[in-house]
């Protein structure tokens, strides 16, 4: 069964930081592209970040671009982002993404608010 569950969201002041991971489980890990993707109420959802299956490539959008950090281990299968000097627009509910091939998982989201 193919899981992927994101925790460390939460309330953070604006300029603060925040660790998002995303536990994967029941599919090849290693063969994917891992993404976060972001959805504001009454706004499209959004590609904040990619990571290749290697974990030697990365891209971001360009609202967070210089701010946050994806990363992977593909030992402990996980995928982390990094949201450094946070503003209140960042605030939205973040989701876990893997793809490869025709192949897309999603996890169940993690609420982020940024607010003083």
């Known amino acids: 069964q193919v899981q992927l569950v994101e925790s460390g969201g939460g309330l953070v002041q604006p300029g603060g930081s925040l660790k998002l991971s995303c536990a994967a489980s029941?599919?090849?890990?290693?063969?994917?592209?891992m993404n976060w993707y972001r959805q504001a109420p009454g706004k499209e959802r959004e590609l904040v970040a990619w990571?290749?299956?290697?974990?030697?490539?990365?891209n971001y959008g360009d609202s967070v671009k210089g701010r946050f950090t994806i990363s992977r281990d593909n030992a402990k299968n996980t995928v982390n982002l990094q949201m450094n000097s946070l503003k209140p627009e960042d605030t939205a509910v973040y989701y876990c993404?893997?793809?490869?091939?025709?192949?897309?998982?999603w996890g169940q989201g993690t609420q982020v608010t940024v607010s003083s």
């Open positions: 993404n893997a793809r490869f091939l025709r192949y897309d998982h």
């Open positions: 029941g599919f090849t890990f290693s063969s994917y592209f």
């Open positions: 990571i290749a299956p290697s974990g030697s490539r990365t």
